[in-house]
């Protein structure tokens, strides 16, 4: 089976809707306990988080597809005015996985950082999806920190603006 990648900048937001889609519904069935919030946002509303962040900075998206030009995976990257680098989305259909796919989108996107000059490199992983902790480990990507955030029932507000 051949796969092909394409990197572009932030154009290539448009072609990766339906996979991120696939993606938020994978992380809202894997949360423990945020299920609602994760999937309450929409690809517009990403799309658009995303290129504001491209304004400040360079972004590099690189799709996977297969023999029939069908894009089976991608990988956002973004590197920040600090020189700060992120893999800020990366999903590879589920026919797709344990191909080499992930490896190589993220061996490309390393490689797009390395040569700009990053002097850091970071990505978030969701709680409930620890399994991809070994993935990205192979790239050294290990565990730093975690942080806490309030789930708030249905219906509950943000709390007081009352400083403690």
């Known amino acids: 089976m051949r796969i ?25 069935a894997r949360s423990m306990h945020f299920r609602r919030t994760l999937g309450s946002k929409s690809f517009e509303e990403r799309r658009e988080e995303l290129l ?13 597809r ?14 920040a005015p600090d020189m700060t680098g992120e893999v800020d989305s990366i ?9 080499g796919v ?11 950082m390395e040569a700009l000059g990053v002097k850091r490199k970071v990505l978030l992983a969701i709680v409930g999806n620890e399994e991809v902790h ?8 290990l565990p730093k920190s975690v942080i806490l955030e ?11 603006d009352k400083p403690i």
């Open 4 to 28: 092909t990648y394409d990197a572009m900048t932030e154009e290539g937001l448009y072609l990766i809707g339906p996979l991120w889609l696939e993606l938020r519904q994978m992380h809202g």
């Open 52 to 64: 504001e962040k491209a304004s400040g900075g360079l972004m590099r998206v690189e799709l996977a």
């Open 66 to 79: 297969d023999e029939g030009a069908r894009v089976i995976g991608y990988c956002v990257s973004s590197i």
């Open 91 to 99: 999903f590879i259909t589920a026919a797709y996985r344990r191909m």
């Open 102 to 112: 992930g490896t190589a989108l993220m061996k490309n996107a390393m490689g797009w």
């Open 134 to 141: 070994s993935f990205y480990a192979r790239f050294g990507f």
């Open 150 to 160: 309030q789930a708030l029932a249905p219906g509950e507000g943000q709390g007081s």
